[in-house]
């Protein structure tokens, strides 16, 4: 077994968790990079996606919001507009840059409308590739599906995906990456959110026992999880203060003290929920370590709708993307005000 840098864990994982900043999600599979393309009539090409990250990473003053971006193996290799690798482009801004590691979310054999989380079986080998590379640090997606009518969540699909992400943890630290372990239940159908409360519990205990099985060292690693909320196919709505009451109470109860930081992915929220549900989780001022934003759709998706793969369009879309920042990272700070969505 070797032995962990565990200073070194907790240097990035603290300069991640920076005051003030959250971490981009980039990491986008070609597929899914597909769809947000798509939605804006724009053809899924390799140039195209990386068109599509070279608005967001070019973003002049990213840094001042942005601690860490998570890249998707195709960008990682890939060069900025100008010419550097884009690991190199973001490093020389200040920010570290990471990677979706996990080979993603696959049917679980057996248990019909579940998925589990593939890409152990190399992993040493792919995290020293991207280590000697320039990454700081790495990104496991697990996804749970909440389908009351068919008993879902089973254990079994909690238990494979919670040993993954402790397994995969190890793996990383080992190799000097700081981990984020992302066990997302989906915010997909009618479910209530008490219902969402359990499941979220039921999963991040089990995530932090396989921590402790799997000997990771809980200061050098982050957590990004999905906040508590009803499903989207549900109209009985809860208010911004019920879902930080709600998502407090879960972290409250499942999340080591020491742990390197929370950060929350949107998960289908809109721009304005994520931040208005961020902004009334810190307002509470009552959890023990560090919180951000970690976030895709809701930061992304306004200027996407703005740039729609038009060269000339790329300064208006940075300028509602840096709203985004702007706002997010004010809420991160319990200072957001819906009224902010509507002044310049
Ligand atoms: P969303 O914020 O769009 O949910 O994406 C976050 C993420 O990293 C998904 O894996």
């Known amino acids: 077994m070797k032995n962990l840098d565990k200073k070194y864990l907790e240097q990035t994982a603290s300069c991640l968790m920076a005051k003030d900043k959250g971490i981009l999600a980039a990491d986008e599979s070609n597929e899914t990079a597909g769809k947000r393309l798509a939605d804006i009539e724009v053809a899924n090409t390799q140039e195209n996606r990386r068109l599509y990250r070279e608005l967001f990473l070019g973003l002049p003053g990213l ?60 992993l040493p080998e792919r995290v020293k590739k991207y280590a000697e590379n320039g990454a700081t640090f790495v990104k496991w ?70 921590v402790q099985e799997h000997k990771v060292h809980v200061p050098g690693l982050i957590l990004k999880t999905s906040m508590v909320i009803q499903g989207d196919e549900n109209p009985d709505e809860a208010s911004p203060e019920e879902i930080a009451e709600a998502t407090v109470r879960v972290l409250l109860q499942t999340v080591p003290k020491n742990i390197g930081g929370v950060v929350f992915l949107s998960g289908g929220q809109t721009p304005i929920e994520a931040s208005a549900h961020l902004d009334a989780i810190a307002e509470k001022r009552s959890l023990p370590f560090e919180i951000a934003f970690s976030y895709a759709r809701a930061l992304q998706g306004p200027a996407m709708q703005i740039w729609k793969g038009k060269p000339e369009n790329v300064e208006a879309a940075r300028i509602e993307f840096k709203k985004r920042l702007q706002l997010n990272t004010l809420a991160d700070a319990g200072d957001y005000d819906i009224s902010l969505e509507y002044s310049d």
Do not use: M
């Open 63 to 122: 840094e001042k919001y942005i601690s860490g971006v998570i890249l998707f193996d195709e960008t990682f290799w890939q060069k900025s507009d100008s010419d550097a690798p884009y690991p190199q482009f973001l490093s020389e801004k200040n920010i570290l840059p990471g990677i979706k590691i996990d080979l993603g979310a696959k049917d679980f054999p057996g248990f019909p409308g579940e998925k589990l989380t593939v890409g152990l079986d190399d």
């Open 141 to 210: 997606r697990a996804v749970i599906i909440i389908d009351e009518k068919n008993n879902l969540p089973t254990p079994q699909a909690i238990e494979a995906n919670a040993d993954a992400l402790g397994r995969y943890a190890r793996i990383c630290q080992e190799a000097g990456l700081v981990p984020i372990l992302e066990p997302e239940v989906l915010l997909n159908g009618p479910h209530s959110i008490a219902k969402a409360e359990e499941t979220t519990t039921i999963v991040l205990k089990k995530v932090f026992e396989k």
